[in-house]
Each structure stands twice: as structure tokens, then as C-alpha cells.
């Protein structure tokens, strides 16, 4: 419903709550599809729980997903130096 309306802003912070969730419950394959949409949106996405950035890369990683892993990494520099 959120993307038939294109409210990006909506689907961006509806897909931050889920990422987290997902990582909470070890859930590589939603977050990693969850975590493409979500850098294809915004490739300077935040995340509420910064240490999520830690299990998604290496989820990426493991799945042999090198593009998602560095996406991953330069989204989270950059909101590490405040970008």
C-alpha cells in the first residue's frame, strides 16, 4: 500500500522497524531482501539499532552478496560520520 502511494518516507521507516526486527529473530533471508529495498530507496540509510549493521553485512557476506554487504558498509559509514 505504501509503495502504490509512493510514500517513500513511510516505506523507509516502516522497512528500519523490520530490519531490526528480523535481525532480532535471526532472520537472514527477510532482512537481507528487506535491507536491498530499503538501500535502493535511500544508500544512506540509518538504522535504529546501529550494532543491526554488524549481522547484515555478514549475512551478506555468507549469502554471497558482495554488492549488499558494501552498499551495507558505505551506508553505514555515512551515518557514522554524520552524512
Known amino acids: 500500500m505504501l509503495r502504490r502511494r509512493g510514500d517513500r518516507a513511510a516505506l523507509l521507516a516502516h522497512g528500519r522497524q523490520w530490519l531490526h526486527q528480523r535481525v532480532l529473530e535471526n532472520d537472514a533471508r527477510g532482512a537481507l ?15 535504529p539499532d546501529p550494532a543491526d549493521w554488524g549481522p547484515l ?16 558498509r558505505a551506508a553505514r559509514a555515512a551515518a557514522q560520520s554524520g552524512v
Open 33 to 47: 531482501a528487506l535491507l536491498q529495498e530499503c538501500l535502493e530507496l535511500d544508500p544512506t540509510l540509518t538504522l
Open 57 to 72: 553485512i555478514e549475512a551478506a557476506e555468507r549469502a554471497g552478496l558482495p554488492r549488499l554487504a558494501e552498499a551495507a
